[in-house]
């Protein structure tokens, strides 16, 4: 069933760079077309090592969009990958991006006997960590984001979504301890098992201030304490009592005799107004001093030191993404935390720095991925509350944070000129479209009401499913008025439209609703065709219907959550792939290759095998000698907007393979010299069109 946890986002901190600008101008070139085998161009340029250093946790930055830096080869997945079957042995499969066993790490525990536990609540197991970085499945299906253990080495697991406590043993059997609507809760909540053999709960009813509840072995719950401050990070400290710290860093202490709340000061955050504290995020030493870790959903974090006195002191920077969940390791005297939103373990301390112990991938539970006009796969990831961008080597990276948590899932579109547009719509948060231009920060553009599906039109109109209003809206470029289409569907999520204007819609019936809190359901169980005159068709029936993409070879491809559909256009529906976790969104990039993201596997699985051709040729300079490092944008409209960005060898060429059946333009650029456009260059099968481009030297006009 679909996870989700819903917190304040208060980080906000982009990438940079812009893509290139400038009026291009037609000049002349040859093309030819020949039979050849392929050989990709790099689709960046070659950069020097950039200095390391911690990006600051506040700031604002500029979407990378189409000039994205590309790194090296990605690092191969840390777990066992599932297999991907396909039904037709022309296709081959690959990760683009690797699983990561991690997927959403949010807890850390030590048990007395040494042995290191990491909690992946996007998949629902738990994993014992080695202190060569390698690790074991110690159980599975379990869930729960914050968790505790006792003197014997036994695991409790509290879910505050279900509220629900489990005990897994020592053999790793699993024991429900209670569940409770008492208990459950949308917010992040703190959590502790006392000396005396009960837990302790920091409810927080998503309201700002938080309530105490002691909690059995046997399952009893008892009110203890009202409106206190928010202690979504709870430890039982040395003393035996409860220590706890706000999000704003303020630190109390409970004494369990009289359950009194007392005041023992403030954290003094070195990272700026929008540092918080991580849920989860405390731990003591043995010599008493508390540690405190802030932003697991932020670009950066750090940890912090409080000592006997109380007074507190930055002990530790974390790059990358904040530590959730912390423990103290004895052996080496550090704090080793999750890194939720990358997967990632890592242990940090002042004379070591910080240390990965486990490398993630850079996504987490992904539901929806795009490529934009230039190459770059956009990734939403659920859990995360943020959107990454992926490049061609498949390496992932933060790019914005958004509240992206569902249902309904989020969805990715792009204009022509690398303008990013992502629904949002969480509860308790605004429902909206967000537009992302290229060399700008993200704004609103719209608002909406739980925006799902999205499609960007050739005129600049943004097509929207509404699903909990049972309508489908038309957004007009210039004035951003909203306007109803489709009324009276049932919770229409995912939408894709064909060449002829059709628009294909995956609809759900009422009763899939499995929570009236979030007014969408999690999947859909029918496709719909509606025509340009508004006339409905339904195409298929059956449960798990997530997203739907069509390829150039005409067929449309419906992901669902253990498989991929492929519909011909008689509306012949067979099975395409298999093996699927919880199959989420897909897409097709420029060379006509199949993505296809599983939010628990945590990966993202690339297919080839459809048809295509190549554009190949030189650029020179006016002199006939080869210009290296030009910079090609190939682009092209239908039957949707795809595109990449490439650049020439050291001997002037270049190579890019694309769908066969598109029809595309090129345009070529190199500082110094004017841009040269080429239009209408149609790619065949196994076909390469040559074209050498002759740049003048100048500037556009």
């Not at 939720?340 to 242990?347: D, E, F, N, P, T």
């Not at 059709?502 to 009422?510: E, H, M």
Request: net charge negative; with cysteine; charged share 15%.
């Amino acid at each position: 069933m679909k996870r989700l946890c819903v917190f304040s986002l208060i980080c906000s901190l982009f990438l940079n760079d812009a893509c290139q600008a400038g009026q291009p101008q037609k000049q002349g070139a040859t093309q030819s077309t020949q039979t050849s085998s392929p050989q990709e161009s790099p689709s960046s340029m070659p950069s020097a090592t950039a200095t390391v250093g911690l990006t600051p946790i506040s700031g604002t930055g500029i979407s990378p969009i189409c000039s994205l830096e590309e790194q090296s080869a990605a690092i191969a997945s840390t777990y066992a990958e599932a297999p991907i079957q396909l039904q037709d042995e022309k296709y081959t499969t690959t990760w683009f991006v690797a699983p990561s066993a991690l997927n959403m790490p949010h807890e850390v525990l030590l048990t007395p006997q040494g042995e290191l536990l990491v909690q992946s609540n996007g998949s629902n197991q738990l994993f014992q960590i080695f202190e060569d970085g390698s690790l074991s499945l110690f159980t599975e299906q379990v869930s729960g984001y914050y968790g505790d253990v006792d003197e014997e080495g036994n695991i409790y697991l509290y879910d505050f979504v279900t509220g629900s406590i489990i005990r897994i043993g020592r053999d790793g059997g699993v024991r429900k301890l209670v569940e409770s609507k008492q208990i459950s809760t949308a917010c992040d909540s703190g959590f502790a098992l006392a000396d005396n053999g009960s837990f302790y709960l920091a409810l927080n009813p998503c309201s700002g201030n938080s309530n105490l509840y002691e909690i059995s072995l046997d399952g009893e719950i008892r009110l203890v304490l009202e409106n206190i401050p928010n202690l979504q990070a709870l430890k039982t400290n040395p003393a035996g009592n409860l220590s706890g710290v706000s999000p704003n860093g303020s630190l109390y202490e409970i004494c369990l005799e009289d359950y009194s709340l007392s005041a023992g000061g403030k954290i003094q955050f070195t990272g700026g107004w929008m540092e918080y504290v991580s849920a989860g995020g405390l731990a003591f030493d043995p010599d008493g001093n508390m540690y405190i870790s802030t932003c697991g959903r932020c670009n950066s974090g750090r940890v912090y030191q409080v000592g006997a006195n109380g007074k507190s002191a930055l002990w530790a920077d974390v790059p990358n993404n904040g530590l959730s969940g912390i423990e103290w390791l004895p052996q080496t005297g550090e704090i080793v935390g999750s890194q939720l939103r990358i997967g990632s373990l890592m242990a940090v301390s002042p004379s070591a720095g910080a240390r990965e112990i486990v490398h993630g991938n850079g996504i987490v539970t992904p539901t929806a991925i795009e490529f934009s006009p230039c190459g770059e796969l956009v990734v939403g990831n659920d859990e995360g509350g943020n959107l990454s961008i992926v490049d061609s080597n498949g390496n992932a990276s933060w790019l914005t944070d958004f509240i992206s948590y569902g249902p309904p899932n989020a969805n990715i579109t792009f204009k022509q000129d690398g303008t990013l547009y992502v629904s949002e719509a969480a509860p308790g948060f605004p429902d909206q479209i967000l537009e992302m231009p290229v060399g700008q920060a993200v704004s609103q553009y719209s608002n909406a009401v739980k925006p799902a599906g999205l499609i960007m039109l050739p005129d600049g109109d943004l097509l929207m499913a509404e699903p909990s209003v049972s309508q489908i809206s038309r957004i007009a470029a210039g004035t951003r008025q909203k306007t109803a289409l489709y009324r009276d569907l049932d919770f229409p999520t995912a939408i894709e439209q064909d060449d002829a204007g059709n628009l294909y819609v995956i609809t759900a019936s009422p009763e899939l609703l499995w929570d009236a809190f979030w007014a969408v359901p999690v999947l859909g169980d029918r496709i719909l065709r509606i025509s340009p005159e508004g006339e409905i068709t339904s195409l298929y029936k059956g449960l798990g219907l997530r997203s739907l993409a069509f390829g150039t070879d005409g067929y449309m491809y419906a992901v669902l959550s253990d498989r991929i559909l492929r519909i011909s256009p008689a509306g012949r529906v067979e099975s395409f792939a298999s093996g699927f976790f919880d199959g989420t969104d897909l897409t097709f990039d420029l060379a006509g290759d199949l993505y296809a993201c599983d939010r628990a596997l945590n990966g993202i699985v690339q297919i080839s095998g459809f048809e295509q051709g190549w554009l190949a040729g030189t650029v020179l300079d006016e002199q006939g000698e080869p210009l290296q490092h030009a910079r090609l944008h190939i682009l092209s409209e239908e039957p949707n907007l795809r595109g990449k960005v490439i650049y020439t060898d050291d001997l002037g060429h270049f190579r890019a393979a694309i769908a066969a059946g598109r029809s595309c333009s090129v345009q070529v650029s190199k500082p110094g010299f004017r841009t040269f456009i080429q239009e209408d260059i149609l790619i065949e099968n196994e076909q390469t069109v040559e074209l050498t481009v002759a740049l003048e030297i100048g500037q556009n006009q």
